[in-house]
């Protein structure tokens, strides 16, 4: 996986986790007749399916989604399904997989940015509250979803978390006084990921953003003890008084 | 170990008595042993009756007679095995009377059952919270509880501490990780980790890690 680094370049080289838009329902091609070459057509076939699956499991749960509801709300049919995806599995870890991919590359890019390390993990931060908090049923399917998949999920979710606690790993180094734990950058992160699950459960993931002060506290507090935890947590207050205040202007305007 | 632990593993209280009713005991002990494997085999939203009743070897109308349906065994099964590790919590801290000791001392015993039960430890800290939150937020309320009571929770310093709700989350995230990975005969490790973890919303970071060398 990709270590990120402050000289990470920002525009990183087309994926296809790059083409899809968090608007995951914008991807629908016209019907009828088009010119477009086949491989386009397959890729948003392919993009189509995993936006229905996202769209679908977060409605009805993965267990009661059925291959025919994602083909249904896709406008795809099963034999070109089946061209991309082993099954209703294979579909859905395919869009977990993309999602993330989306995630990491927003929080690298986030912590990419100079500034100290602390700092910097809190801009990290920030991007994955904002990120989630933008699209519920993303949220939902990645934290909630994946849960009751099975066993094959289940060591995706928690390679997932890993990803994430890795780039906590650069403050082993970025700053003196490291506490020798082994799972320092777990039990950092497990506060993150601890408080995210609790919101989305509770339906309350629009305003994951607003948790961006305790959480930056926590997820620093084990690295750099109370006082630099709690000098990035008013930070962080600053910096939710101002989107408060940009979101409280801009609600006004037609969007 | 104090006199007064000793007293309470003393052999007598060991020897296996048999209660009339315990042929129907073990019939539901085996229900839910049976739920267990199951669900620690592929979740519990993906396990049905059937597959309880194979794995127990018993009738679908015998399972009928101990349970309404699949999810009121599974709540049964949550239910005994937070009690067993209740249980061998508040055991486990009578062995010190200072209160850092005390509390981990119980994480010691709650750490030793996880990993000796593996597959109910898979239910309670991996299944539960998905079947429904609201059951792991009543361990943590509880845990949190036995914490609080220990220490009067005040401000502390010129910074605030960390929140304690917060710590059982950073503990259930760790332990669910070695879970998940098939690493739960290695949850005793985790002692030094989590009494620093459980600690740091009461002493602070630098006394809970002071706590947590104590524990190697």
Redesign the interface.
Request: hydrophobic letters at 45%; a negative charge; glycine letters at 8%.
């Given at each position: 996986m990709s270590r990120a680094s402050p000289d990470r370049r920002p525009d990183r080289p087309a994926t296809d986790g790059d083409l899809v838009a968090l608007d995951l329902r914008l991807w629908k091609l016209p019907r009828g007749r088009h010119g477009l070459p086949r491989e386009v057509v397959a890729r948003s076939q392919r993009e189509r399916l995993i936006a229905a699956v996202v769209r679908v499991t977060a409605a009805k749960g993965y267990q009661a989604t059925s291959v025919a509801d994602v083909l249904k709300a896709a406008g795809v049919g099963r034999e070109s399904f089946y061209k991309h995806f082993e099954g209703k599995e294979d579909c859905f870890l395919a869009a977990n997989d993309v999602l993330i991919d989306d995630l990491e590359a927003t929080v690298t890019d986030a912590y990419a940015q100079p500034g100290s390390w602390s700092e910097r993990i809190r801009r990290g931060l920030a991007a994955t509250l904002e990120w989630l908090a933008a699209d519920a049923d993303v949220a939902r399917v990645m934290m909630l979803e994946m849960g009751t998949v099975g066993p094959i999920a289940t060591t995706r979710f928690r390679q997932t978390f890993h990803r994430f606690t890795v780039l906590l790993d650069d403050g082993r180094e970025a700053i003196d006084g490291v506490p020798d734990l082994p799972n320092l950058s777990s039990i950092a992160g497990g506060a993150v990921f601890a408080r995210v699950y609790e919101q989305v459960a509770l339906g309350e993931t629009e305003s994951l953003p607003q948790l961006l002060p305790q959480l930056t506290f926590e997820l620093l507090l084990p690295y750099v003890g109370e006082a630099v935890a709690a000098a990035e947590r008013t930070a962080a207050e600053e910096e939710v008084a101002k989107q408060n205040a940009n979101s409280e202007r801009g609600a006004g305007t037609p969007r | 170990m104090t006199q007064e632990f000793e007293a309470v593993a003393e052999p007598g209280v060991l020897t296996p008595r048999m209660p009339r009713d315990v042929g129907a005991r073990s019939q539901r002990q085996r229900v839910l042993d049976a739920l267990a494997l199951t669900c620690a085999?592929?979740?519990f939203?993906?396990t049905t009756i059937g597959d309880i009743v194979t794995e127990a070897k018993i009738s679908r109308a015998t399972f009928y007679k101990h349970f309404a349906h699949k999810r009121e065994c599974f709540d049964a099964a949550v239910a005994a095995f937070a009690d067993e590790l209740e249980a061998a919590a508040i055991d486990a801290q009578k062995r010190s009377d200072a209160r850092s000791l005390a509390v981990q001392e119980a994480i010691a015993a709650i750490l030793d059952l996880l990993a000796e039960k593996p597959e109910w430890a898979r239910l309670v800290l991996?299944d539960a919270?998905?079947v429904e939150?609201a059951i792991l937020g009543g361990h943590r309320d509880r845990v949190v509880e036995g914490l609080e009571a220990q220490w009067q929770r005040g401000k502390g310093?010129?910074?605030?501490?960390?929140?304690s709700l917060?710590a059982?989350?950073?503990?259930?995230?760790?332990i669910a990780?070695y879970l998940?990975?098939g690493r739960a005969d290695q949850l005793p490790k985790?002692l030094?980790?989590l009494t620093?973890?459980a600690l740091?919303p009461f002493v602070?970071?630098?006394q809970a890690?002071a706590q947590?060398k104590l524990a190697r």
């Open positions: - | 085999q592929k979740t939203a993906a991996i919270p998905i939150p310093g010129e910074h605030a501490k960390a929140d917060i059982f989350g950073r503990a259930h995230v760790l990780d998940a990975a985790l030094p980790e620093y973890i740091l602070g970071h630098e890690l947590d």
